[in-house]
């Protein structure tokens, strides 16, 4: 039985992720904002670990331009995209389980700075957080020989009905965060299995929420909190944070939605009446509007890519890309003659654009 705060925040949390599901269902190529939505995930929970990567980082890398910050930085950042990806198609065939969360978890430290702490296998050997040994550390999970028995507790709760779909979540989250069954990126795939375990259970139809924001933003009390749980049963405190970030993060993410849309709706209007320039005619205008609508699936683009994509010629690409700087729709973010990268700046701008 919830007392009535926590059953209040509870319905606000439900009635928040119910508006953002609704809004995700109404979208035309919801999964192209869904992958942008990843993307600014990726680097939030990178950063909670201490990488610098940002967005504009990241949109470099992909496009094999150099980034601003270390390449492992990035390359984390990138291997949580593809992890959450994989997460999200494993769920089509296979419920939510440990098996999902080894593969998980593979994708994500393959290939990083933690790609020598076993990807894809829970640890066999003792590890702890904060201090240079198990004596000076902040918090020291459960031994090897009991994790096992852990994660097996753990995987039947998963699948147990005896709570609110979002307190289990809850519970669940802090549960894996203290068992900490990994050598390394505990911390991303227990933030990952919030929205995972959120498809799973049907409350989202695709995994639109991410709390990473608020976890950053509130990083000290996050921390405290999951200690508190463990040293003082605060399992209540606990949840009137998660629950109020859920909150938070939904009614965050449908107004972002929704500027989005409206700037799509904006621009594509701008895009389709230009006039006079370099651009003349109705399959000028035409093909205007096919660069502009790549632009937007894709977020940051090339002009070769992008020809051929488009099906037309390089020369066109670049004077419509020129139209469309004018417009204030793309900038130009290598400053080089070659190899330019062209970058949907208010998408990149509303992404970026985190309520105080």
């Known amino acids: 039985m919830l007392d009535a705060p926590l059953q209040r925040r509870l319905e606000a949390a439900g009635l928040a992720l119910g508006r953002l599901d609704g809004i995700g269902r109404l979208l035309p190529g ?22 610098q990567s940002s967005l ?27 992890a959450m990806n994989h997460g999200s198609k494993l769920l089509e065939k296979l419920p939510l389980s440990l098996r999902l969360l080894r593969e998980v978890h593979e994708v994500l430290v393959t290939g990083t700075r933690g790609t020598h702490k076993r990807p894809g296998e829970f640890r066999k050997t003792q590890n702890w957080i904060g201090g240079e040994e198990p004596s000076a550390a902040t918090f020291v999970p459960p031994p090897p020989s009991q994790v096992p028995a852990a994660l097996n507790a753990l995987e039947k709760y ?49 995994p639109w929420l991410y709390v990473s924001l608020h976890l950053k933003r509130h990083r000290s009390t996050y921390y405290d909190l999951l200690q508190r749980v463990r040293t003082h049963g605060a399992w209540e405190d606990w949840l009137d944070f998660f629950l109020d970030g859920v909150t938070a993060v939904a009614d965050s993410a449908v107004a972002k939605i929704r500027q989005l849309l409206q700037l799509f709706e904006t621009d594509r209007e701008a895009v389709a009446s230009t006039r006079g320039g370099s651009i003349y005619g109705r399959a000028a205008l035409q093909m205007n509007v096919a660069v502009y609508e790549y632009l937007r699936r894709q977020v940051a683009i090339r002009i070769p890519e992008t020809a051929a994509a488009c099906g037309t010629t390089k020369p066109t690409v670049a004077r419509v890309l020129q139209d469309l700087e004018k417009l204030g729709i793309v900038h130009e973010v290598t400053g080089k003659p070659k190899g330019r990268l062209y970058v949907y700046r208010r998408y990149v701008d509303i992404l970026n654009r985190d309520p105080s």
């Open 158 to 206: 998963l699948h147990a009905d005896q709570m609110p779909t979002l307190v289990k979540v809850g519970l669940v989250h802090a549960q894996f965060e203290t068992i900490h069954p990994f050598l390394d990126g505990n911390g991303r795939v227990g933030r990952m299995l919030i929205p995972l375990m959120l498809v799973s259970e049907g409350i989202l139809e695709r």
């Open 56 to 82: 504009a980082d990241l949109l470099l890398h992909e496009n094999s331009a150099a980034p601003g910050v270390p390449l492992e930085d990035v390359q984390e950042v990138s291997n949580y995209i593809a």
């Open 30 to 51: 919801p999964d192209e904002l869904l992958y942008s939505y990843i993307r600014k995930e990726a680097v939030l929970s990178s950063q909670i670990e201490g990488t």
